[in-house]
DNA sequence: CACCAACAACGG
DNA sequence: TGCGCCGTTGTTGGTG
């Protein structure tokens, strides 16, 4: 293969695709238009990375790391197809999950030939994403291989409309996790450290406990009248036995129940030792550089659609350490979840219209509250607390407690809602495969799970599964189509953040309210584009603020 | 010393 | 019968 001059690519190849792949030994990327089935239209084309130009094409890479290199060079894409994101829906699809979904792999199913492991994920590492790090053998070679696994995926996704969404949904979130990883999180280390001040005392100089536990630890130790660690379950548990309190675990909430001098300080102690090991200063010097924090997201990375992350615990930020992620100077955030999610899935997904009417369609709407008057009738005291018990009852799967005479009460109101989550039990308890809306699907029965204690834990798992990887799925519409209004309103505003029905959006401040306005067209329109007509809303409420903290 | 399981706490 | 789903991260305390 010769490199071509440098491309034209006709309009008619920019409707359709363009296979990616970047060349690092040479610095340049191959790209190679497809058309809509995937079959190439043109020979192949070496491009300077920098002058690539992706608008009007579905992009189609190997993997993220693909678009990784392309944000660092400064070239931005506008739609994807993710072969590594793809090959792994399909692969689940399968009944396969967990099967390797690489390049390489997919490639030698495509083959018939044995199937190689997928290669260790790289580490996360400090150092900024490097465009050419490391060479790829036979670059060529690996275009013509991404074009027939993209081919053969193609012909798969044709004879399935549902999954050809889901991947192309999957794509997208594909792409929103690399720009958001390269805008990163506005956070105020200065901020961080003053409140871990406030709270735990000055820093200390080396690797010891900073004062405030030291004192509580001290406490602790008077308390009981002897040397105990209390980051040491072990040491707790002997400690109260001496002072003859028998305790299952050393949990917080069992603590709590106890009377004797220790748990006081204990629990302060708890308290303060958690936000010190899991986001104190050691957390802040490793993770936060330049006023940004820059999570790896991880899409699919969870079965059920939803993503993960890897580095900086992302989607465990403790509220206590909020009010460190702060607008820049001139900027505000915009920050929306979404109200009461996967029940309103559940009612779209049954086309529970009972269900639907219920939850209301306001902006304020609250599900659990308008439920609780259906169940229980006006003005009954704990009415929302119960009615949302019964609700994530249904959807967990939990028939303890009050729990089952709650599912016979939603049983007889919302009976189409209860029979998707009853049948998805049922299938899984029977060591079927169970899907989301459009076919995202679940791992399938291990040896063993016949056994009945573990058929019905899968049952569990099938249930919330249909649930839980809907609501994935329509989060990945949402924010696909949040980042293509912003940018068709040419707003400034970048996503900045986002876990599982929550959004953080980062932009000048003159910005934020159309930002704000936007995010609950998107929430309608990803209602819309999943489910079609439905009496459901999913109110996504927005609101500019400074900090994250701000209630 | 590296590795791993159990525990605990955070998030949805 | 026994019974809520999905994760990440850090510490302890054991193992080889």
């Avoid at 704990?382 to 009615?387: F, K, M, N, P």
């Avoid at 076919?439 to 249930?463: H, Q, S």
Wanted: aromatic share 4%.
């Amino acid at each position: 293969m010769s490199p071509g001059p440098a491309p034209r690519v006709s309009a008619a190849a920019r409707t359709a695709r363009l296979a990616v792949h970047l060349d690092h030994e040479r610095g340049v990327a191959l790209v190679r238009p497809l058309d809509p089935a995937g079959e190439p239209v043109d020979a192949v084309c070496a491009v300077p990375v920098a002058e690539l130009d992706l608008r009007g094409t579905r992009s189609v890479w190997r993997n993220a790391r693909t678009y990784r290199a392309l944000l660092a060079a400064g070239v931005r894409a506008e739609r994807a197809h993710d072969l590594e994101l793809v090959e792994g829906l399909l692969v689940a699809a399968d009944g396969a999950s967990g099967a390797p979904r690489g390049l390489a792999a997919a490639a030698a199913r495509l083959a018939g030939a044995p199937v190689p492991p997928d290669e260790e994920r790289e580490e996360p590492t400090d150092e900024p994403p490097a465009l050419f790090r490391r060479a790829e053998p036979d670059p060529a070679g690996t275009l013509a291989s991404l074009v027939a696994v993209h081919a053969a995926q193609q012909r798969r996704l044709a004879a399935d409309p549902g999954l050809r969404t889901l991947a192309a949904a999957e794509s997208a979130g594909g792409i929103v996790a690399e720009e958001m990883r390269a805008e990163g999180l506005p956070w105020r280390a200065d901020v961080h450290d003053a409140l871990l001040t406030e709270a735990l005392g000055p820093r200390p100089a080396g690797h010891g406990r900073p004062p405030r536990l030291l004192a509580l630890a001290a406490e602790v130790e008077a308390a009981f009248g002897r040397p105990v660690n209390p980051d040491s379950p072990a040491e707790l548990l002997r400690a109260f036995a001496r002072a003859g309190v028998e305790l299952p675990s050393t949990r917080s909430w069992v603590i709590r129940q106890v009377d004797h001098p220790a748990v006081a300080p204990l629990l302060a102690y708890k308290d303060l030792a958690r936000l010190h090991a899991a986001h104190g200063w050691s957390w802040l010097r490793t993770w936060v550089h330049e006023g940004r924090f820059r999570p790896e997201y991880v899409v699919g990375g969870v079965v059920s659609g939803r993503w993960a992350t890897r580095g900086g615990g992302a989607l465990q930020i403790p509220r206590a350490v909020r009010a460190a992620v702060r607008a820049d100077e001139g900027h505000r955030l915009v920050m929306a979840d979404a109200a009461q999610l996967e029940p309103r899935i559940l009612a779209a997904l049954a086309g529970d219209a009972e269900l639907a009417r219920a939850g209301g369609r306001e902006r304020g709407s609250d599900l659990y509250a308008g439920l609780a008057a259906e169940l229980f009738g006006p003005n009954v005291p704990d009415g929302r607390a119960r009615a949302k018990l019964a609700v994530l009852s249904a959807i967990y799967g939990q028939t303890s407690g009050d729990a089952g005479a709650h599912l016979a009460l939603l049983r007889r109101r919302f009976p189409a809602a209860v029979a998707v989550v009853e049948e998805a039990a049922r299938a899984g308890e029977e060591g079927r495969l169970v899907r989301s809306r459009w076919g995202r699907t679940c791992p399938p029965a291990r040896p063993g799970d016949e056994v009945p204690a573990r058929a019905r834990a899968r049952g569990r798992f099938t249930r919330n599964f249909v649930v839980q990887a809907t609501a994935a799925e329509w989060a990945l519409v949402l924010l696909a189509e949040l980042r293509a209004m912003l940018g068709r309103a040419g707003n400034p505003s970048r996503l900045v953040f986002f876990q599982h029905d929550e959004v953080l959006l980062h932009g000048p401040t003159g910005a934020a309210p159309e930002a704000a306005e936007l995010v609950q067209d998107a929430a309608d329109s990803a209602t819309r584009i999943l489910f079609g007509a439905t009496p459901v809303r999913i109110p996504m409420p927005a609101r500019v603020v400074e900090s994250y903290a701000e209630k």
